[in-house]
């Protein structure tokens, strides 16, 4: 098989793996040589355009709901070091990708496997000097040793934990640990990352949202443990899809809007200021699919309200729908010159005006949308 044969089957096979902040399916682009290209936002704020694919699609792991699960029926290939970084050489140097992430089925072992993508990253680093955005995916069990090496030679670096806790995951996967084959190799990323040896744009996770029948409480309780405690830049949710030939395949698939919902509820842990206590979760231990996390606490705290724009703290903008990081920034500097006073102010910085007004005072005053709180 030839080298662009290859890549679009293992560029197609990393279309699971969200990691690489890439955003919604239909962001992706064909290129002209017919494998996917994913528009990435970098932690600096910069989009590129990023080469997702995998090393090898051969999996020694049978994971339930896995596309790639080694007891599946399908075209298996893989790429050696020189292929796939020569490969991408090609496309950087015609600026059709401007940043790669690499991720792999376990093949043969996981120490080999790691060593093979270990092997890529260099070479595209040392032998074809690329100096930009690598993104490099950390095997299930891997060692201290390859978690070290990814560390220094690449910007990021992540392992998908799937499910929030030992017991979720067994539904999943009877091949792996999660102590010591997810949440250990995290640890020793985060230890190395502290020692300032590299990736320098964090580390991430990924959860397989619904396949094992876990909650929403149960997903975010780990996100937030592992912000405080493990040095988690950021998580990413992937609503389950089944897929034809594996254990699942029957399972019926998880609302995109809950993955939606998860994703609003990280933004509130990681920028709004808000804490797992906060959050409201049905009696299943869900979020509400009817409103969005931010507006259903407000709706259930009007004690807090209504705000008075011209005096309130960041702390307290950041809690009203409507206002987010940007426009409460925005409120707090131009205030120091001039009073809010009216609604179109606050759509002037930015502000969802229509979604802060029932929560707002503007001069002392109920802005003219204002609506009942109960």
């Known amino acids: 098989m030839d080298r662009q044969e290859k890549l679009k089957l293992l560029a197609r096979a990393a279309q699971y793996d969200l990691c690489a902040a890439c955003g919604t399916h239909t962001s992706r682009v ?4 017919g494998h996917w290209l994913y528009p990435a936002a970098l932690p600096d704020g910069k989009r590129v355009a990023l080469l997702k694919v995998l090393q090898s699609n051969l999996c020694e792991n049978d994971c ?3 596309a790639n699960r080694r007891s599946r029926d399908f075209r298996r290939v893989e790429f050696s070091p020189e292929e796939l970084a020569a490969a991408f050489d090609e496309l950087a140097r015609r600026n059709r990708a401007q940043g790669l992430f690499l ?9 080999l496997t790691m060593e093979k993508m270990i092997a890529t990253v260099e070479l595209v680093r040392v032998k074809y000097q690329f100096k930009g955005y690598v993104h490099l995916k950390l095997l299930p069990g891997c060692k201290q040793a390859a978690v070290e090496r990814a560390v220094q030679i690449a910007d990021r670096v992540s392992v998908n934990l799937e499910a929030p806790n030992a017991e979720r995951l067994r539904r999943l996967s009877r091949d792996k640990n999660f102590e010591r084959d997810l949440l250990q190799p995290l640890r020793w990323a985060k230890h190395f990352r502290d020692q300032e040896l590299g990736a320098r744009a964090g580390l991430t996770t990924q959860f397989v949202v619904g396949a094992a029948g876990e909650a929403d409480r149960e997903i975010l309780s780990t996100v937030a443990h592992m912000y405080q405690a493990s040095g988690l830049t950021r998580a990413y949710f992937s609503a389950f899809q089944p897929v034809p030939g594996t254990p699942m395949e029957n399972l019926t698939a998880t609302p995109p809007l809950r993955e939606h919902r998860l994703y609003q509820s990280d933004f509130l842990l990681r920028y709004y200021g808000f804490k797992l206590p906060d959050l409201i979760f049905d009696e299943r231990g869900n979020l509400s699919s009817e ?13 807090f309200f209504p705000i008075e724009i011209n005096r309130a703290s960041k702390e307290e903008l950041l809690r009203v729908p409507g206002i987010g990081p ?9 205030r ?11 759509r002037a910085i930015g502000a969802v005006a229509a979604r802060a007004a029932p929560f707002v005072l503007l001069n002392g005053r109920h802005p003219p949308q204002q609506l009942t709180l109960c």
């Open 64 to 66: 339930f709901y896995c």
């Open 30 to 33: 064909r290129d002209e040589i």
């Open 103 to 111: 991720s792999s089925a376990v093949c043969d072992s996981t120490c």
């Open 291 to 303: 409103s969005d996390p931010k507006l259903v606490w407000a709706q259930a705290h009007p004690e």
């Open 336 to 346: 120091q010159q001039s009073r809010f006073r009216q609604i179109e102010d606050l």
């Open 326 to 334: 940007r426009s409460a920034a925005r409120i707090l500097h131009l």
